[in-house]
């Protein structure tokens, strides 16, 4: 996996972006909030494979934290490292910009994602009962930090 880009979003990506949120959640935003984000002016940015989108993250900031609002990648393309080498890449970028933390959070259920923000040095902070709507009822949000170490 070589031939991989980091590059801005633009409004020009919305299909693709949408149609891979909706492939990757079983509860995906709606089509008028990920306008809203690929429209906006929060950072996003977008890993291309060959000049295919593949993977997106939109990140909050204000002063010096970062909130992460979203990141997911292709389900085509799971599992290979895509999410991991953007996770790395936002750190670097967010802690050159000054950033001293960035925040999450993440469904209960959502091991996979847990699995990588922990080894991408996220830890625990708080959880959030009862706070993501679930197919079968509700559950809990796991809100989680990472320390950026600027120099
Ligand atoms: C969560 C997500 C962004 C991770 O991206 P990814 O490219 O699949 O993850 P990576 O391949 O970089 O994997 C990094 C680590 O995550 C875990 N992981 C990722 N996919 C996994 C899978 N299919 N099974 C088990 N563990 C997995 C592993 O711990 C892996 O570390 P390892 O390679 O040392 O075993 C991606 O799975 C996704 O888009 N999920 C749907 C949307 C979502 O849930 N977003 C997060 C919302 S908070």
């Known amino acids: 996996m070589n031939e991989i880009s980091f590059l801005e979003i633009t409004s ?4 693709v972006i949408y149609e891979i949120e909706l492939k ?14 690929v429209e906006g002016h929060e950072y996003k940015i977008k890993i291309t494979y060959y000049d295919k989108v593949i993977a997106y993250v939109f990140v909050m900031v204000v002063l010096d934290e970062a909130t992460i609002l979203n990141i997911a990648v292709d389900p085509d393309y799971q599992g290979q490292g895509i999410g991991q080498k953007l996770l790395r890449y936002l750190k670097a970028q967010l802690s050159q910009k000054g950033i001293r933390s960035i925040f999450l959070e993440v469904r209960q259920s959502n091991q996979n994602a847990l699995a990588l923000y922990t080894s991408e040095g996220f830890h625990e902070i708080d959880i959030r009962k009862n706070y993501y709507p679930a197919k079968n009822g509700r559950e809990d949000a796991i809100i989680m930090a990472c320390v950026l170490m600027n120099e």
């Open 24 to 37: 990757a959640y079983p509860i995906p935003w709606s089509e008028k909030i990920m306008r809203s984000m």
């Open 12 to 15: 020009d990506d919305f299909d």
